[in-house]
Every structure is written in C-alpha cells, then in structure tokens.
C-alpha cells in the first residue's frame, strides 16, 4: 500500500505531463472572401472535450497562417472565452454549411467574458487577433474545410 507522502509526491509530478498531454490533429482550411481572395491557414483541430478545454491556453505566440478550428457535432449556440490565453484572437464562428455567422475581432486576452455565436453554429476558428481586418474577411464568407456541407 503507497503512503499519503508517496502518492502526493507522484501527483506533483505527474499533473505537468498529463496538462501537456494533449495532442492535435493538424490540417487546412481555406477561407473564401466575398471579393474571391482565397486565404489558407494551417489549422490544429479541437475536437474532443479535452481539445476544446485546452484551445489555444497558455501560448505565447501564434503564426499568421495558423488557427484553431473547434469543431462540434450538432449546431447549437457556441461560447467561447479567454482564460489562460495570453494573445488575442478573432473568432470565425461558423454555421455547417461553412459560413461565418459571427466575428469577435481581437478578443481580451485572459478574459472570462463568454463571447458567444448567437445563432447556431458548428464551429469557432481562432486565428491571431486582427487576422479578420487584415485580409478583409467578414461575415457570410465561406469556409472551405471537409467537416462543412
């Protein structure tokens, strides 16, 4: 039988490993403005409760052509927040037939505050924060990915 001491020493240090443990799918997407430019990003898919828990926390950084795309089975009214991320965001909220229902533009790191789609939707990309202004994406743009109709 393991002592109190013993096992409270394992748990120290085994919680670091089991938070990092999460792993990510890596992929493409492509978003279609109304002007016909095409934007690729790479894109790391959240797709399990633990995915989703984890996001986009705790990074330092995020390149210019890369998100998160957090995607869900069934349409439902998507809430988002900040907490524990230390860069800001835009989130793409997107319905399933790949449209973008919703934008929340450079988002408060660290915040609490839920940022919600609204409408239903199946999915939420994050890309760095003034992604959205930079290449003139906007609402009802089309993403192109295989998980939408």
């Known amino acids: 039988m393991l002592r109190l001491g013993t096992v409270l020493l394992l748990l120290c240090f085994a919680l670091p490993f089991a938070a990092s443990a999460v792993e990510w799918e890596v992929d493409r997407l492509e978003i279609e403005s109304s002007d016909g430019n095409r934007h690729v990003f790479n894109i790391e898919l959240a797709v399990t409760p ?21 995607l869900h089975r069934r349409d439902q009214v998507l809430s988002m927040w900040m907490r524990n991320t230390l860069i800001p965001l835009d989130m793409l909220f997107i319905d399933r037939r790949g449209r973008i229902v919703r934008i929340a533009e450079r988002t408060t790191p660290m915040s609490e505050r839920a940022i919600t789609s609204g409408r239903p939707a199946r999915a939420v990309l994050e890309v760095p924060g003034g992604t959205v202004e930079r290449l003139g994406i906007s609402k009802g743009d089309r993403v192109i990915y295989s998980a939408f109709e």
């Not at 828990?53 to 957090?70: I, V």
């Open 50 to 70: 633990e995915q989703r828990a984890q996001g986009l926390m705790h990074r330092e950084s995020l390149a210019e052509d890369w998100g998160m795309l957090f």
